[in-house]
């Protein structure tokens, strides 16, 4: 079982950067791949960016490409998404998930441990 902490959402005006952090519980961090997903009011859940163990794969939605950065360190057991120049369309609960078998990229099927969700408001 992994358990994971979200931090770093809030109000934000367009234009403006946020980074969300992901605490991971567990030894065995370095070897998950690690993504994030968001969800808004009425939307499906959609990807927004990935990352591999190593850090060395690193994938995003076309949405946020450009305007954000998924990282990790391993040593903190922590992931994070910087967001830069922020869209109302990226108003959101953003989540963070856990890929156990390693770098899963968009497949949300891989991804078996999920944060509780850190909100995004993004205002005009």
């Known amino acids: 079982q992994v358990q994971l902490v979200e931090s770093g959402g809030g109000l934000v005006q367009a234009g403006g950067s946020l980074r969300l952090s992901c605490a991971a519980s567990?030894?065995?961090?370095?070897?998950?791949?690690m993504g994030w997903f968001r969800q808004a009011p009425g939307k499906e859940r959609e990807f927004v960016a990935a990352?591999?163990?190593?850090?060395?794969?690193?994938s995003y939605a076309d949405s946020v490409k450009g305007r954000s950065t998924i990282s990790r360190d391993n040593a903190k057991n922590t992931v994070y998404l910087q967001m830069n120049s922020l869209k109302p369309e990226d108003s959101a609960v953003y989540y963070c998930?856990?890929?156990?078998?390693?770098?899963?990229?968009?497949?949300?099927?891989?991804?078996?441990?999920w944060g509780q969700g850190s909100q995004i408001t993004v205002s005009s």
């Open positions: 998930a856990v890929a156990p078998s390693g770098y899963s990229g968009s497949y949300d099927q891989n991804y078996d441990y």
């Open positions: 567990g030894r065995l961090f370095s070897r998950y791949g």
């Open positions: 990352i591999s163990g190593s850090s060395s794969r690193t």
